[in-house]
């Protein structure tokens, strides 16, 4: 899933996916909200970076 709609059309779905045990990936910047309903999120480095606080330079 892609981040594009409004921020409430997007939790809407993610909750709708999660309720009949669909499997939600995400793959871009994610509002805390969001990702509680997300199975697998997959940042970027410099996403993990400022989601850690961490160096991923060696990643």
Known sequence: ???G???WDE????QAAK???VPV????????????NVDI???NKSELARLTGMPTENI
């Open 1 to 3: 899933m892609m981040l």
């Open 11 to 14: 939790l809407l779905r993610l």
């Open 25 to 36: 990936i995400l793959d871009a910047l994610i509002p805390v909200d969001l990702l509680n």
């Open 19 to 21: 309720s009949v045990g």
């Open 5 to 7: 709609l409004l921020f």
């Open 41 to 43: 999120f997959s940042p």
